[in-house]
């Protein structure tokens, strides 16, 4: 039985690890053709294998989403090799936890460049694809840190609003061109997000508080983002809080 997303195209950023990961496997597994992309070329090669052997399809391209000509580079060579962008699941995102005061500024502007911008870059280039489909679906990852400000993660909490803020902004810009637009919120998940952290109290923090929840696994990400891209046409899905049953923050 054919997958409820066969004949569609997506790209995923930021997906050699983790979220991305999962994300691209599960829609490769309802059938669309994946363009999986992020900076480190062994994994992304790794990733395409793996998804051939079950059977899927996967197109691997090398690209920061820091850069904004290899973005639109990215998205050009989607469309010269598929045809076509269905969906756009923006995931790649840094934390680079820590107090304002005394920061490390440069941290800012990496968390800014990666997870604000890279997500304006990449939606950027798609939407006039999307548009002249006259359909598509972009998939926003942001954070319950987009919702919830908390002492120690200040500049973090800007680039996740920031998100969400942009998010809203974008679907009522697009949805009468039946483009569709959803954040996604989740808790504590088991990724690899933690090792950005290199303010030791920072990272002392968040690691005692991982010792008090069972974390989300990033499958439990990718089924969120394969129910909110299968839904029917007439369905906008437009934010999925998911926390880990035991997260009370």
């Not at 548009?131 to 919830?148: C, P």
């Not at 998010?167 to 637009?181: G, H, M, P």
Request: aromatic letters at 2%; hydrophobic letters at 45%; glycine letters at 8%.
């Amino acid at each position: 039985m054919a997958g409820k997303l066969e004949g569609k195209v997506a790209i995923i950023t930021g997906a050699s690890a983790g979220i991305g990961e999962a994300t691209a496997i599960a829609l490769a597994a309802e059938g669309a053709q994946v363009v999986i992309t992020a900076r480190r070329s062994d994994r992304l090669d790794a990733l395409a294998k793996r998804i051939a052997e079950s059977g899927g399809k996967a197109l691997p391209i090398v690209a920061d989403v820091t850069d904004e000509s290899q973005v639109k580079n990215l998205v050009d060579k989607a469309i010269a090799t598929l045809g076509r962008v269905d969906i756009l699941v923006n995931n790649a995102g840094i934390a680079v936890i820590g107090n304002i005061d005394g920061g490390n500024t440069a941290n800012w502007r990496r968390m800014i460049d990666v997870n604000v911008l890279g997500v304006l870059y990449a939606t950027h280039a798609v939407l006039p694809i999307l548009k002249a489909q006259n359909s598509g679906h972009i998939v926003n990852i942001s954070s319950v840190a987009g919702r919830t400000a908390r002492a120690g993660i200040g500049i973090y909490n800007a680039t996740k609003w920031g998100v969400n803020g942009f998010s809203e902004a974008l679907r009522q810009e697009v949805c009468k061109q039946n483009i569709r637009v959803t954040i996604i919120e989740p808790g504590l998940v088991d990724t690899e997000i933690n090792d950005h952290i290199d303010d030791p109290i920072a990272k002392q923090r968040s690691e005692e508080r991982r010792k008090t929840v069972t974390p989300l696994q990033s499958e439990d990400i990718a089924a969120a983002i394969v129910y909110a891209v299968t839904q029917p046409p007439r369905v906008n899905v437009n934010e999925i809080l998911i926390r880990p049953t035991e997260q009370d923050w």
